[in-house]
């Protein structure tokens, strides 16, 4: 089983109106074991980054960070890849994106 590397970014936290510190121990939580998720940008290249935001502004979704990953998911406020939905959902959102992602890309 080929492991695949997860890594999170979050913005500054200056307007959040979700919880991303909880959204991100949901998604580690519910993650199969052959994925490893770190917060670490100095490692290797992510396969999938997530952007955590609080707020539907997103202004932490830089070109400059876009090199540590290969595929990224935005979540930002109440919302995954521009989809809003309701807060307890989200982590949901994310871990089918990032399933879906993995088979497309086949690691």
């Known amino acids: 089983?080929?492991?695949k590397l997860i890594g999170i970014?979050?913005?500054g936290g200056c307007n959040p109106v979700m919880d991303?510190?909880?959204l991100v121990r949901e998604i580690k939580r519910r993650l199969p074991p052959e994925y490893i998720v770190t917060e670490d940008p100095t490692k290797e290249q992510w396969d999938i980054g997530i952007l955590i935001c609080g707020c539907l502004t997103a202004c932490a979704d830089k070109p400059d960070s876009k090199n540590s990953a290969g595929q990224?998911?935005?979540?930002?406020?109440n919302?995954?890849?521009?989809?809003?939905?309701?807060?307890?959902?989200?982590?949901?959102m994310i871990i089918e994106k990032i399933t879906d992602?993995?088979?497309?890309?086949?690691?």
């Open 72 to 77: 990224w998911i935005i979540a930002a406020g």
């Open 101 to 107: 992602m993995s088979a497309k890309a086949n690691f």
């Open 9 to 11: 970014k979050y913005c």
């Open 79 to 92: 919302s995954v890849d521009r989809v809003n939905a309701h807060e307890k959902k989200l982590a949901e």
């Open 1 to 3: 089983m080929q492991m």
């Open 20 to 22: 991303r510190a909880k």
